[in-house]
């Protein structure tokens, strides 16, 4: 098993523990943590890629470097929707938002 | 003699993030408070930002750092506190086993997919990458890569005024 492997396995380890933490959780806060974990893990898998073969490091790392924007970007609009969610529906538990209409 | 102390050392470094990792990631998805949820991410963020270093990138490591652990973490931080968290933990009550077994089911089958592709098709890897000065990467960024990197200010701008638009939308129905 070659060292990139090593880092490949913690990347779909963290995609795994977001998708069950998705599926597990009851609050949109919740799985929003679980989307964080698979973002994170795919700017490590990106990072490896590129930094542990002869491809060039830069591409890896300015991969990483973006999907960084895109979570930053990302979490700042989940904010403001669990905000407008959370004064429509005075809770933000997943199963009881069943209309999407305010 | 030295040489392989230093790789023992490499080994050391590497298992022991990873364990710091498995172990937010744990936290993170089944903890009752979301607030220790959210200490468990930074766990696993500071984990992942140490294996960036471990990988000789020590500026994205850095860049971890400072966006998620100091800005991302911040705003779900803000996310818990606004939203009502009541307490004796956001998530207790009983969960039913059936969700469960349906979660794992759902995070089992990526997991068995690509790994069992990730270790079948990896391509010999180098043991020592080497260190890209940040000088080059910014010149990466502003030559071919410039495309991208004007999308993601145009990306972070659209996303800022659409959360300053619906943090408003209340006040003006008033």
């Keep these: 098993m070659s060292i990139m492997t090593i880092y490949h396995l913690v990347a779909i380890f963290l995609l795994c523990i977001g998708i069950f933490g998705i599926a597990y959780r009851r ?30 490091n830069e591409i890896g790392q300015v991969g990483a470097l973006l999907v960084m924007g895109i979570a930053a970007a990302e979490a700042t609009l989940l904010l403001a929707i669990l905000l407008v969610v959370s004064r429509r529906f005075k809770n933000v538990e997943a199963g009881k938002l069943i209309t999407m209409r305010g | 003699m030295d040489n392989l ?39 696993t963020l500071f984990g992942v930002a140490g294996l960036f270093f471990l990988m000789a990138a020590p500026f994205i490591g850095l860049m ?8 991302v973490s911040v ?30 089911l759902a995070a089992i089958a990526p997991a068995v997919f690509l790994g069992s592709a990730a270790i079948r098709t990896a391509p010999p890897s180098v043991f020592v990458p ?33 959360a300053v638009i619906l943090g408003f939308e209340r006040r003006k129905k008033k």
Excluded: C
């Excluded at chain 2, 971890?64 to 800005?71: P, R, S």
């Excluded at chain 2, 940040?134 to 495309?147: M, Q």
């Design chain 1, 27 to 56: 609050t949109l806060v919740g799985i929003v943590l679980g989307i964080e974990l698979i973002l994170n893990g795919a700017g490590l898998s990106i990072m490896a890629s590129a930094q542990l073969t002869p491809t060039p």
């Design chain 2, 5 to 43: 102390a230093s790789e023992n050392l490499a080994w050391v470094v590497l298992f022991g993030h990873i364990a710091i990792i498995v172990a937010g990631g744990f936290i993170t998805v089944l903890s009752e408070s979301l607030v220790r949820a959210l200490m468990g991410l930074i766990l």
């Design chain 2, 64 to 71: 971890q750092i400072l966006i998620y652990v100091g800005a």
């Design chain 2, 75 to 104: 705003l779900i931080f803000f996310a818990i506190m606004l939203t009502n968290a009541w307490p004796g933990g956001d998530e207790s009550g009983n969960i039913s086993g059936k969700k469960v077994i349906f979660a794992a």
């Design chain 2, 130 to 162: 080497e260190e890209t000065q940040v000088s080059e990467l910014g010149k990466f960024l502003l030559e071919p890569y410039i495309l991208p990197f004007e999308l993601i200010s145009l990306l972070l701008t659209v996303a800022m005024a659409g």
